[in-house]
């Protein structure tokens, strides 16, 4: 089943922004990605480097860690904020992940855009 999804859904030529600050779940989302053929990546530890991207190249997609670091916005803020931004990425499909979700959070993330 997993094979038969690669084969349909091909990121070759994908623009990918991956926000992770932790670089071991930056490797597990990189590799994620390759497996559906994704090699064009723009990385981001941290917030500031994230919104820094998003005003650089056209997008693809998104992929974005819910908590980013202690005592900054997160990544709900960070999407909230591209969203609002007017910049040509600002509807780049976006996809947030996390290791633990609250309903609080599902809202967030849905209200965010």
């Given at each position: 089943m997993l094979a038969n999804l690669a084969a349909r859904i091909q990121l070759r030529k994908a623009s990918i922004l991956l926000v992770e600050p932790?670089?071991?779940g930056m490797n597990v989302l990189s590799q994620v990605l390759m497996g559906f053929g994704?090699?064009?990546f723009v990385k981001?530890?941290?917030?500031?480097?994230?919104r820094q991207a998003v005003r650089g190249d056209p997008l693809d997609l998104?992929?974005?860690e819910g908590a980013l670091q202690p005592d900054e916005p997160d990544g709900y803020d960070?999407?909230?904020e591209l969203r609002r931004s007017g910049l040509p990425n600002a509807m780049a499909p976006v996809i947030i992940v996390t290791?633990?979700?609250?309903r609080r959070?599902?809202?967030?993330v849905r209200d965010c855009g």
């Open positions: 932790n670089s071991q994704a090699t064009g981001a530890e941290n917030y500031e480097e994230a998104i992929v974005c960070f999407v909230s290791s633990h979700t609250s959070n599902v809202a967030r």
